[in-house]
């Protein structure tokens, strides 16, 4: 039979048959697994593939483990306050009227009199103004006439020459006062001309002139004489 199947396949190129080629290998595969077995090559082979497969577990580094989750958070809870329940409002206790004695005297209370006003306190007084130094004594004045003394100098009148185009006139009466050494210390007009210009002239020819020194009984060098001289003024100067 075998050789009929062999006789049925077609021949390969060096005048064998297919199934010859297959078979001898088979026998080939294991005939060279026993010499290996008796050789030992196998176990060779097994001890230096186990030892790196050993050795590359060893190097690669464990993956670090994940730390676990965090716990979920608790719910919060809602407190709800009550409110608390209202205080009960106290109520007014009516107490009974007392009933008055049969021969019980009845008479109204009078109201206790309004107090007095109280007035208010009296301002304070304001301090005094210091005690100022007392004044001099005024110069005692004395009024003399022209007959108690006599001019050294006599007064210097001018005629004002606008007086002159406008004709003029009339008479002043000049209050002069002179110290005791006979100089005037001012002069006022006691009466007037009616004229300003007339008026000036005659004070300033007061203030020109000088008459004797005074001495009058009680007076010093303080009095003051008054004399009151007359001034005409007229166009026939």
Known sequence: MVSDRFSSSPPSVLGLSRNAVI?????????????AL???????????????EILSEFIEPPKPAEPPPPPPEPPKREVTKTPPPPRPRPQAIREPKPTPAPNAPTGSIEPPPPPAPIAPPAPAEPPAPPASPPAPPAPKLVEISQGQTQYIREPRITYPAMSK??????????????????LPKRAEI????????????AREAAMSSQVTPIRQPGADEATVYLLKAPFNFTLSQ
């Open 23 to 35: 078979a001898g290998g088979v026998v080939l595969f294991h005939v060279a697994a026993l010499w």
């Open 165 to 182: 185009r406008l004709g003029e006139t009339g008479t002043v009466v000049v209050a002069v006062y002179f110290n005791s050494a006979g």
């Open 190 to 201: 006691f009466k007037s001309s009616g004229y300003d210009r007339l008026d000036q002239a």
């Open 38 to 52: 008796q050789s030992g090559l196998l176990r060779r082979a097994a001890e230096v593939v186990i030892p790196v």
